[in-house]
């Protein structure tokens, strides 16, 4: 049968009561999309067994496909296994080669299998166990079957598998056996793309690009909002050769990328970090940062992405403001502890800019970034309220070291600030290696 | 009415295709569960007017509240407004208030209303627009009636409220209009309680709690592992007085953090960060960081605790072999590039060691973290494959410096190993604070 559409559940309390971020349905969500099966619904249930089998027998009135991550581990209260069965109309058996499994798994790092670990062998008797090589927890693969679907009215099957909960048990469990059991419809294509954009808000945007977001075109181009980043996505969705279909989206990506210009910094898994770092490795140029308020986060934003070993020297985490001055040599004379009564202080254009051509000097790199802020909850007064940021960058030229700085008013809380904070920097540095550093971002006041 | 469960929805393609993450859920349950209102599922609909209307309308027949976040932007594909209004089975109208809103908040940022703003001051005839100080969406609050929830067997209405996407936006809106209109069922408590261990695998903690986890107990108690972090959960639910039920829980959570010891670091939203930055505090100590691999992220980490400034000095990123031998003074000899052939290399006891010495040294702290490592895609060999990280902790003491450093091979992608680097840091010196250098660490070889 074909797997047309497709639900994604999660299971736990932790995650209904909102102690843990769900992370495992976006990524399912991506290989379903890149397999061409659409996701038409995410379902985060509890640990309660009547809901967990309610959930599944619903959804499998409605799509072909449905893939759950967690609930699978050995304690009372991970009750997948139980109620796939249910929904199923199925019991549950040991499965013999899991015993066997988990208890290697135990054996070669030198101990028993714990009692309590033996339930994870369970599975539907009319199901199938699937093997975990990165930890306790086997997988479950199901069949729910006509007796729901027919009410709504479907035929066929609804394949579920049942994946553990730790990304990197669930992710190995996917690529090494769900994925080639996936059978998106014959003929169907589904083909995305997305492009990037800074320094143009989501209304001014969707103006420029008009009709091309009309909801009843294919490809369909729709925008999201995130962190000052607006993005335009675009899909296409339907029944027309592949290389047809890419030609189409390919189209509608440059007409909509001509019509963002030149806002548009990248697509895909392109990141304003990811973008910089090409381009400077592209010039053979490198980078350094200067960091307070962000304690490193740009830094860390930076390395993220594999490779910028290339063109990142490193940095310096200057959090307290002894450490501006002993490490990257900004005057004592800028600080109000340090300096006269009209110290301009930590927080200013001036002591960002000494950061940031300090660091530079100090590094001997092409460019420097630095970030001086007050994150919140605390330290902000009336004239340099939370959120109140100077962003610097520094160059080398022919006429020798030069520097600008911006004065950013954050909104929202400290790990809004740091991470705005850490992205305007980049962004900053993109428009500079852009020539196009007259762009207002998102947020400047200055 | 009483709101006794709730449903979280949050809206939008970029969800459900996986092309962004949601944040919005996980931090209204926690709202809704601090309130006394237990959240039963949560659940993330595409762009699509008909599958958004049906999930609020099935929704509403067994919960009494729904929050849904998203949707509400002025563009063709934000269809809230609309879906609303067909699950109460009204029609929209354009709301005055509104209208007047949004064109004062594009006013005062020197701008006239653009057409396509007017959209968002459309609401359901019979429902109610909610004032956004921080954006141009208004929400939205109606009530799904009798007729859907008589089907269920339940009476009265559901009380739904539609908040905008952005965090920034959604986030004071809840708190200013919807925290004030919860009601949660008189005499119903709800307490939750979490403490977190590391150090123990899930099961052997769950075998240590024993029947403390059986599920017919309340209050309720159970684990969950993430990122090497096992906690624990309590939670009761009940009509006890509420002194006596927060007695019952603290009484569970003394018995657990009993069986638990010496594993448990702390609770609720304390983190290895927080705790170990109160540790330093109260000993009047400093602490600096040296990062390659993690590239700032361990910094980053100690810093989103407000009030880390008491005890971070600062740090340094070397993230090239060059900045570790000019910054910290890591010795040439230790790398391949500059040392003899049979140097120990970047990734290195020898080097993570120099590292934390230097870092020490240099900044006049009390102690210092170091992270090397292969964080992958590329550069693993056989020898020290992709996931290969020594972190030293370097410390003062009566005999003088003192370092300790230890070998990880920490499984999963990139972000993995650097998110399990940095928090492993942490449980070092949290571990040598305590005086318990001698527990070893998940994945720890060395």
Redesign the interface.
Known sequence: MEHRTAAIVSM????????????N?????????EAGI???????????LE?IAA?LARLAQGVDLIISSGGL?????DLTREALARAMGDVLVEDAASVAQIGSWFRSRGREM?V??RVQALRPARGEAIENR?G?APGLYGRIGEVHRLEAGATGFCDVFCLPG???EMQPMFESFVRGRLSPPAGRVVI?R?LHTVGIG???L??RLGGL???DRNP?V?????GGIV?I?I?YEGSEARNRAEAMVERAAQEAAALGAPHVFGGGTDSLASVVIDKLRRRGERLS?V?S????????V???V????DV?????????N??KRE?VGVSARLFAETGPADAPGAVSREVAEAMARGGLER?GTDHCLSITGI????GGTEAKPVGTVWIARAWRSAEGIQTEARRFAM??D???V?EWSARWALAMLWLGLEGRGEVKLLRQVE
Chains 1, 2 share one sequence.
């Open positions: 736990g309390d932790e995650l209904t009561l909102g102690q843990t971020l769900d992370t349905s976006r990524w399912l969500s991506q290989r379903l999309v659409v996701p038409v619904e995410h379902v985060t249930a509890p640990d309660d809901r959930v581990g050995p304690t009372a209260d714990p309590l670990n990165n306790t730790p990304p990197r995305t997305v989501e209304s001014d969707a103006m977001m009309a909801r369909l729709g925008t999201t909002a995130s993005s996505r899909r940062v960091e308020c962000t304690g490193g986060m740009l830094g860390s930076i390395t993220e594999a490779g910028s070993s990142f020297w490193g940095g310096w985490i200057t959090y307290a002894q450490t490490q590094s994150a919140g909850p605390g909104g929202g400290r790990a809004a740091r």
